[in-house]
């Protein structure tokens, strides 16, 4: 099982990415200090780092920096408000393998850090890169979808929804569930977006395939 550090203080963004992470089949840990993080990371304690650049002792970048100066190589994936392009650059030239700006899909970082661990090791049947359900089929690494054998075009965040579907089959899976993973912990929860997206993928995978269960969400069958 992969270990993941989350460095985050906010303290409900790390809420939600613990609670993701373990969700998806990880082991995960967190700390809201950058100093604590250096010390865990140099003692072989992660096999990637999801890292905040607003931290409150140092920031993310010199965490960044004295974790690699003394040799750690493990994949780093930087989230920061800063979206500016000085920002992305600072972190990438520091040795950062990936940078995501807040707020951000759960969905897309999860796919982040899946493909991260992926350049760092073969894949393994726990960590497939293809999902099949019935007669559907999502390739992950392609991001592409097939339904009966015939491609489909999915937009990103279709193809997200599609993913979460396909990785819990029968399983119902709340409105705020999908929201939370697809979108993200900053969207608005008064927001009918999931409706909507559920409605766009029913009409390309077809409609019974994702059913409406009252009062407690959808489930792919």
Do not use: C
Not at 6 to 26: N, Q, R, T, W
Not at 180 to 187: A, E, N, P, T
């Amino acid at each position: 099982m992969s270990r993941i550090l989350v460095v985050e203080d906010e303290p409900h963004i790390a809420s939600f990415l613990l609670k993701g992470l373990k969700a998806a089949g990880f082991s995960a840990e967190a700390t809201a200090s950058g100093n604590e993080a250096i010390g865990l990371a140099v003692h072989d304690r992660a096999d990637l780092i999801i890292l905040d650049v607003g931290l409150p002792d140092v920031d993310g970048f010199t965490v960044l920096e004295q974790i690699r100066g003394q040799g750690v190589r493990v994949p780093v994936i930087m989230l920061t408000a800063r979206s500016s392009v000085e920002a992305r650059v600072k972190g990438l030239e520091g040795g950062a393998d990936d940078y995501m700006p807040k707020p951000f899909s759960f969905e897309e970082l999860l796919a982040r850090v899946r493909l991260r661990l992926r350049d760092e090791s073969p894949a393994s049947d726990s960590d497939p890169v293809r999902l099949i359900h019935d007669d559907l089929a999502l390739d992950l690494r392609r991001r592409t979808m097939e339904v009966s054998g015939a491609t489909v075009e999915l937009s990103a965040r279709e193809f997200a929804l599609a993913e979460t579907f396909m990785r819990h089959p029968g399983q119902v899976l709340s409105r705020q569930q999908l929201l939370s993973g697809v979108w993200g912990y900053d969207f608005d929860p008064d927001s009918n977006v999931v409706e909507v997206y559920v409605s766009y993928l029913r009409a390309k995978i077809g409609k019974k395939r994702i059913q409406n269960v009252r009062g407690m969400g959808y489930r792919l069958v």
